[in-house]
């Protein structure tokens, strides 16, 4: 079991930029979740899905979208990188209570 | 409001020491509680949760309601309990809010 794969590890994006950050996992969760964390800061829950075809907002939704199509997938979309999203990106995944992390994803807007 | 309180940014203890990680909560139904802590190049995992009532590590944490508190104990720090420490309480839909975190180094 890969447990829950993040891509890209690190990321440079231009101001104004589009990319999607995606995220896997191979446990058969239908609970995933994105998380920002900033610098000395505890993570914050960005979206989150209870499953395929239902996602919902957390705290900081703005600036970013999802999707579930498939239990396993869950990409997480920037449509106009600003420099306030320069974070680390954790996606995590489910089935109850205990929640499982992938490795995140370094993000950085210039 | 729902928050978590790690006022420790760093704690540096010397091995053989007890070690207590503070977290206090703000919230207003019944909570649910956990430590997550993440290892140098591992990746962020849950350490314990208070509903189990379990010792993982040598670590326990007991929830305070009075006290609004659910610190994290070992009585004898080890050098590879060095981390970052993450509380964490649970709401609606199995979402965490965090505390900020805390780096704990055990000096040898």
């Known amino acids: 079991n890969a447990g829950v794969t993040q891509t890209p590890k690190f990321r440079i994006l231009k101001i104004g930029q589009s990319m999607t950050l995606q995220c896997t996992q191979d446990m058969n969760h239908n609970y995933m979740y994105w998380y920002r964390q900033d610098p000395g800061m505890g993570l914050k829950l960005i979206y989150y899905?209870?499953?395929?075809?239902?996602?919902d907002k957390g705290e900081v939704p703005n600036g970013y979208n999802v999707s579930r199509s498939t239990t396993e997938d869950f990409p997480l979309r920037l449509e106009l990188a600003a420099p306030s999203q320069t974070s680390v990106y954790f996606c995590a995944s489910s089935y109850v209570t205990e929640q499982y992390f992938g490795p995140g994803t370094r993000l950085t807007v210039t | 409001a729902q928050r978590v309180t790690q006022p420790e940014k760093l704690l540096s203890v010397f091995k053989g020491a007890p070690v207590e990680l503070k977290c206090n909560y703000s919230y207003s139904g019944s909570p649910e509680l956990f430590w997550y802590v993440q290892y140098s190049r591992q990746r962020l995992q849950l350490l314990l949760r208070h509903i189990s009532r379990e010792s993982i590590k040598g670590f326990t944490a007991d929830l305070n309601k009075g006290e609004t508190s659910f610190h994290l104990k070992k009585p004898f720090a080890q050098e590879e309990d060095s981390a970052m420490y993450y509380c964490a309480l649970q709401r609606g839909n199995y979402q965490l809010i965090w505390g900020a975190g805390t780096k704990l180094i055990i000096k040898p």
């Open positions: 899905s209870v499953g395929a075809g239902i996602t």
